[in-house]
């Protein structure tokens, strides 16, 4: 069974920023001990995503920290990613690894045990499961799918699973005991007054791997 690389995944909305710098939260984040960033801005136009992009591949880089893009393979590749991450309705993912082999990572965000299966199936080398808790970046995937749910996709692939939706640092016992590889949060760091702080509490309860 294939280890994690990271246990806390960090995944950017710049709507959640309260008008402060996404670039300079994440660049908190980093300092604070984050080692895995998805880019995850949908409603950017090509060029300005891009350039966002080439300013997240510098600080990751620089922090040692692996860079994932959502749901584009050209930005991916065009800033030297390390991976791309894949929603329900971009790419299939094994019409993605036919595109990049085995030069880049590939994520997938996941729902249910079948969705698992599937991304495992065509070639992810991890994938997201949730929303476990309620959250208001999630309801369009319906109501929280709880820990049995995440145990059950947990049981059910070989690859690494990082539970997503509505978790703060409270939840992250039961989300370890449930057998999850690690946490992937959006407002709990991106909405934080102070990034660093919250991502170094986060990672009390989240053991490195």
């Keep these: 069974m294939p280890e994690p690389l990271f246990r806390l995944y960090l995944i950017t909305d710049r709507h959640q920023t309260?008008?402060?710098?996404?670039?300079?939260?994440?660049?908190?984040?980093?300092?604070?001990?984050?080692?895995?960033?998805?880019?995850?801005?949908?409603?950017l136009p090509i060029r300005e995503l891009?350039?966002?992009?080439?300013?997240?591949?510098?600080?990751?880089?620089?922090?040692?920290?692996?860079?994932?893009?959502?749901?584009?393979?050209?930005?991916?590749m065009a800033v030297e990613a390390d991976g791309i991450h894949l929603g329900q309705s971009d790419l299939p993912v094994d019409v993605a690894r036919n595109i990049v082999g085995n030069r880049f990572m590939i994520g997938v965000s996941t729902h249910n045990l079948i969705e698992a299966k599937e991304a495992e199936t065509g070639g992810a080398d991890f994938i997201t499961f949730g929303p476990v808790y309620e959250t208001p970046s999630k309801l369009k995937y319906g109501k929280a799918i709880g820990i049995e749910a995440l145990k059950e996709a947990k049981g059910g692939v070989?690859?690494?699973?990082?539970?997503?939706?509505?978790?703060?640092s409270g939840d992250i016992k039961q989300i370890l005991e449930a057998r999850a590889d690690g946490v992937a949060i959006i407002s709990a760091i991106i909405g934080a007054k102070e990034p660093k702080k919250a991502v170094e509490e986060l990672l009390k309860y989240t053991p490195s791997p």
Excluded: H
């Design 158 to 168: 070989s690859i690494p699973v990082y539970a997503i939706g509505g978790i703060k």
């Design 18 to 43: 309260s008008g402060r710098s996404l670039i300079d939260i994440v660049k908190e984040a980093l300092a604070g001990g984050v080692k895995a960033v998805q880019l995850r801005e949908k409603d």
């Design 50 to 76: 891009l350039l966002l992009a080439e300013e997240m591949r510098k600080i990751t880089k620089e922090a040692g920290a692996l860079l994932f893009i959502n749901g584009r393979i050209d930005v991916t």
